[in-house]
């Protein structure tokens, strides 16, 4: 399996006043972290937006994607992905996520099949779940159902 993978990248961290992607997590940063644990299931791994801090070298290598459009947050990063993976599931992923693990991903890409979208929700912490749906075409949006 080798679901072409987003990494969000581009955000400015105004509230935690330092890049969230650099923070220190188990002797990594986040998003090496992410990065390791996206490689479980892709080596087709992009990082989305344009980053306001350099990149660990580790990560050099990657290809980063800039936003098609100014100013629209996560879902810049998205458009940015599927216009580069056109035709292809694929998986968005935060930067700054501590408690993502290679079983969540995997079990999300698992409930890929068959269906438009799959999302992570975890209502209580404690408890991870996948979200599966149908699209539904209303006059040429789609939507989850």
Known sequence: MNIPTGILI???SRRMGRPKALIQV???TLIER???IARCVT????LLGEPT?????????????PDRHDDTGPIGGLDALLSQRPSQA???????MPHLSEA???????AEDGFDAAVCRTPDPDRKSVVQGKSVDLGGRRIIK
């Open 10 to 12: 581009g955000g400015r």
């Open 26 to 28: 188990e002797n990594t």
């Open 34 to 36: 992410t990065v390791r």
């Open 43 to 46: 080596n087709d791994i992009l």
């Open 53 to 65: 801090f350099p990149l660990p070298q580790s990560l050099s290598l990657l290809e980063v994607i």
């Open 90 to 96: 694929c998986i968005l992923l935060a930067c700054d």
């Open 104 to 110: 969540v991903l995997r079990r999300l890409t698992a």
